[in-house]
Structure formats: structure tokens, C-alpha cells
């Protein structure tokens, strides 16, 4: 049951199992909830939003796994399992340390036991959007990656009911779709390799107010027009990392934390909250991408600290004092084995060394 104080987000897009396979050749490996989508969910959920994924998932194995990990951490599922239902996409990212100790991921999209692909992501379809629609009227945030008709069908509707569409758009996107999804979106945040065919983010046809570029380990830079025209390009550099352990999911920590900060109230609230709210967001978003590098996964420090503790660290980390979180154990309890769909009956867990 929803509280009616908390604000709710509807997301739209990549959720999918990831296998986190840690650089400790001893350590177990991990089967998470993930995603770009999946993820931001997850961690407004864990920030005290009531988060809405819309998805196919089935009762495969990989589904039955995601829907109990955003279970635990408070995450609906009402719309979870449109029809029709698919397999949830798996994706295995593996980390290991180069020859200067630093860590590296990699994805692999293929099962290392079979040789088969991995389910891949399948949008909702337009069928499946008509009865969510209702849902999305309280919603004060809808956020979307992986782009399909359905997906920016919600999106107009959530837009249209006063809410905050955030768009982080994959590098997969159809080009016609991701110049529509700019007419919606009023904020698009992405990587510094993203949107390169796109003319212009913030031009005259466009409904974007905030535009983020992430750069990596140089931070990121913003604009926006809250005010009375483009603020042109400022920048920020990226918050110190107190421990690095593992950079998968920044972006998604970083994204989630403007969202906690400025969108609560949906669109309006974020006009509100105008270009010092925006700034202290950014660097909220920054501080927690910065703690999550201290832990492997996407997610990783939500199975380790407290959210007493969370709050403490977080803290810590934006008056520059970094002990705290750099001294914290990182032990992980292992989850139980995933198998492949393709996999022949009875095979080795595709996680197994």
C-alpha cells in the first residue's frame, strides 16, 4: 500500500538481472535487480519513493529473482508483468583489476556456460500502456531509458498529469524515437558518448529544462532554462571517490539523487526548486555516485550499510570527510544460483567459475 506523503515514480525501460561477478576470484557471485531503469527505481525506493516499474517479466527464474530483489527494497509490482510476458533480460558484468590495481567491468550479453545469448530487453507494448495510463496520473516523476511507442506513450500521459519526465536515453534508441522522446522529456541526463545524432537537446521543438552530461571521472557538466533562456554549460567536478571498488551504476546513483532532491513535487515542484535547487541536487547525485564506487554491483552498498548509516556516510561524503565509508566492511551474502533459458535441463548455474 502506497503512502500518500510519499512521492511516486513510474519508470519504463531496462530491468534485468545482473550477475556481478566480483574481482575476488573467492567471493560469490551476486544475481541483483538491474538496468538503468531497474536500478533508479530500486534506489529511489530505497530514498522512501513509492517506485512503479512497467515491464513483461514471467516466472522464469531471472524474473522471479529481480521481483524479489525490488521487493525487499520496498519497490511495487503492480505493473511489473504486462502482458505479454517475456523473459527478463540477464546480464553478466564481471570485474577485474588492471596490472595498476585499479578495477574494470565488463558486460557479457551471452551465457558462459551455454554459448547462447542471454534474453535480451523487450519493450512494453502500446496494448499494455492503455491499462497502466490510470496509474500514471499520481505518479510525480516518469522515467525512461530503452525508448518504444508504448514507453513514450506513458510518458505524454505522465507529462500531460503534471508530472516530471526524465530521460536517459541508450545508445539503442531508434533515431525518430529519441528526437520524440526530446519533445517530451524535461530532463535528459547521459553519458558523454550519448545523443551525439541529436541537433539540438534544447532546441525550440524541445520540452527539456535541464540538460546533465556525465564525463567520468571529470564530473559533469549541466544547463538548463529554468530561468529565462539556456544558461549555457556549467560544470562540476566529480566529488572525490573514497574507495574504489567498482564504477558500474554511478550514473544511476547520480540520476535517482536529483530526482530525490528537485521532483518530489513533480513538474511544478521542479520549476520551484529553480537553478540552486538543481545545483545542490547535482551534487547530492554526486556524492552518492561517488559512495556506491566503494562497493562491486550497481547497487552494491544497499546490501552492506544501514540506512542509518547510509544517511551518515552520504553526509560525510559532502563535507569532504571520507573515513567512514572507505573503513566500512564489504562483505556480501551470496544468492543462489541463476540459470540460463536455453541452458538443457539441470546445467551447471551460469555463475559457477
Not at 530487453?121 to 499494455?128: C, E, P
Not at 531508434?174 to 558523454?192: G, R
Request: hydrophobic content about 40%; charged content about 20%; some cysteine.
Amino acid at each position: 500500500m502506497s503512502s500518500a506523503t510519499q512521492p511516486r515514480v513510474f519508470g519504463a525501460g531496462l530491468i534485468a538481472l545482473d550477475l556481478v561477478v566480483g574481482a575476488d576470484p573467492e567471493s560469490p557471485v551476486r544475481a541483483w535487480a538491474g538496468g538503468t531503469c531497474g536500478n533508479v527505481l530500486s534506489i529511489l525506493a530505497y530514498l522512501g519513493w513509492d517506485a512503479y516499474p512497467v515491464a513483461r517479466m514471467n516466472d522464469d527464474v531471472a524474473s522471479s529473482r529481480v521481483r524479489l530483489d525490488m521487493k525487499r527494497w520496498g519497490v511495487h509490482l503492480d505493473w511489473a508483468s504486462c502482458a505479454p510476458t517475456t523473459h527478463t533480460p540477464m546480464i553478466v558484468q564481471e570485474i577485474r583489476r588492471r596490472r595498476d590495481g585499479r578495477p574494470e567491468h565488463r558486460f557479457s550479453w551471452s551465457c558462459p556456460h551455454c554459448g547462447e545469448w542471454l534474453p535480451p530487453f523487450k519493450a512494453i507494448t502500446v496494448d499494455a500502456t492503455e491499462r497502466v495510463r490510470p496509474a500514471v496520473a499520481e505518479a510525480s516523476v516518469f522515467f525512461m531509458d530503452r525508448l518504444s511507442r508504448g514507453t513514450l506513450a506513458l510518458a505524454a500521459e505522465a507529462s500531460a498529469r503534471g508530472a516530471l519526465v526524465v530521460f536517459e536515453p541508450s545508445s539503442r534508441s531508434p533515431q525518430k524515437l529519441l528526437e520524440e522522446a526530446v519533445t517530451l522529456a524535461h530532463v535528459v541526463k547521459y553519458a558523454d558518448h550519448r545523443l551525439t545524432n541529436v541537433p539540438s537537446v534544447m532546441g525550440n521543438d524541445s520540452a527539456v529544462l535541464l540538460e546533465v552530461q556525465t564525463l567520468g571521472n571529470s564530473g559533469l557538466r549541466y544547463r538548463h532554462r529554468l530561468g529565462s533562456s539556456d544558461t549555457g554549460w556549467m560544470q562540476f567536478k566529480a566529488i572525490p571517490v573514497p574507495r574504489l571498488a567498482d564504477t558500474c551504476g554511478a550514473g544511476d546513483w547520480c540520476t535517482a539523487g536529483l530526482i530525490a532532491k528537485v521532483a518530489a513535487g513533480g513538474l511544478e515542484g521542479f520549476r520551484s526548486a529553480g537553478a540552486r535547487g538543481v545545483r545542490s541536487a547535482l551534487r547530492y547525485g554526486q556524492a552518492l555516485a561517488a559512495w556506491n564506487c566503494g562497493f562491486e554491483g550497481a547497487r552494491g552498498g544497499m546490501y552492506v550499510v544501514s540506512e542509518e548509516e547510509f544517511k551518515n556516510q552520504i553526509s560525510s561524503v559532502l563535507d569532504g570527510r571520507f573515513d567512514s565509508v572507505a573503513n566500512t566492511p564489504v562483505e556480501v551474502a551470496p544468492t543462489q544460483a541463476v540459470t540460463c533459458p536455453a541452458c538443457p535441463p539441470e546445467p551447471s548455474p551460469i555463475h559457477q567459475r
